[in-house]
């Protein structure tokens, strides 16, 4: 009976844990107080704390740092709005981006083609020369292209068809001379005959061979230079030389010279 006046209740145990815990010092708070109250003061009365909710990405996580810390930042959504966005390298010393071309694969070979444009002699001489004879010969010319024709009637013989006329040397003289002083290498020489008159088809075939002949042993322009073409009918006639009638045409056979680069 006396173990059991000794023996304490079960309201007395908390009463004894509290007067055991030691006394609460605030000297020990106030350094913790003192730097909360410095950070809110320094981030302004207005400062808030944000805790991001956690994403499926990281772009999601980039998005809410960026959010909590107050700089704008773009959207995952203008990302994929603009899948395609070019990638530039970061800007130099002159605020200019600058792109790089994508660098060629190892080994692959690149071809670069080289197009000159044809020489040409810029001799002052030579080119008042040329004009002079453009004008004479009534020579249709561009860069890379002239074109002449010749009365073949006026270039041959009456009795014989296919031998030059001594008169007609001096201009074709002037020909030779612009076959030399222009360049070009290729020169097509063409016949056009008159299909009313009886073997003009074969006559103009023989007569552009026999003008091809006389320019060869008259310059400097070698045969392999020269190609005779198949000769066609005269299809458009042209104004008659001697005739009191004004307007009045006819069909002439003729042979044109086509030279090319």
Same mark, same amino acid.
């Given at each position: 009976m006396n173990r059991g006046k000794n023996r304490p209740t079960s309201q007395t145990y908390p009463e004894k844990a509290m007067k055991t815990l030691p006394p609460i010092s605030l000297a020990g708070l106030l350094p913790g107080i003192l730097a909360v109250t410095f950070l809110i003061s320094a981030s302004g009365t207005h400062a808030?704390?944000?805790?991001?909710?956690k994403s499926e990405s990281s772009l999601d996580n980039k998005e809410a740092d960026s959010v909590s810390s107050g700089a704008p930042q773009? +959207?995952?959504? #203008?990302?994929? /709005?603009?899948?395609?966005?070019? &990638?530039? $390298?970061?800007a130099g010393p002159t605020g200019l981006k600058q792109s790089h071309a994508p660098l060629p694969k190892p080994g692959a070979v690149t071809a670069?083609?080289?197009?000159? +444009?044809?020489? #040409?002699?810029? /001799?002052?001489?030579?080119?008042? &020369?040329? $004009?002079?004879?453009?004008?004479?010969?009534?020579?249709?010319?561009?860069?890379?292209?002239?074109?002449?024709?010749?009365?073949?009637?006026?270039?041959?013989?009456?009795?014989?068809?296919?031998?030059? /006329?001594?008169?007609s040397e001096p201009t074709l003289q002037k020909v030779a001379e612009y076959l030399e002083l222009v360049g070009l290498k290729k020169i097509t020489v063409k016949p056009f005959y008159v299909s009313t008159e009886e073997g003009a088809k074969e006559l103009s075939w023989a007569r552009s061979l026999a003008l091809i002949e006389w320019m060869t042993s008259h310059?400097?322009?070698?045969?392999?230079?020269?190609?005779?073409?198949?000769?066609?009918?005269?299809?458009?006639?042209?104004?008659?030389?001697?005739?009191?009638?004004?307007?009045e045409t006819e069909f002439v056979n003729r042979i044109d010279l086509l030279l090319e680069q």
């Open positions: 808030q704390v944000k805790i991001p909710a773009p +959207s995952r959504s #203008q990302f994929q /709005n603009n899948s395609n966005v070019s &990638r530039s $390298a970061p670069v083609q080289r197009v000159e +444009s044809p020489k #040409q002699n810029l /001799n002052p001489e030579r080119m008042k &020369r040329l $004009a002079e004879l453009r004008r004479e010969l009534r020579i249709s010319e561009i860069a890379t292209q002239a074109k002449m024709s010749l009365p073949a009637n006026d270039i041959f013989e009456v009795t014989a068809p296919t031998t030059i /006329n001594d008169l310059s400097k322009v070698p045969l392999e230079n020269f190609k005779a073409a198949g000769p066609e009918p005269v299809v458009k006639a042209t104004p008659k030389k001697y005739t009191k009638n004004v307007g």
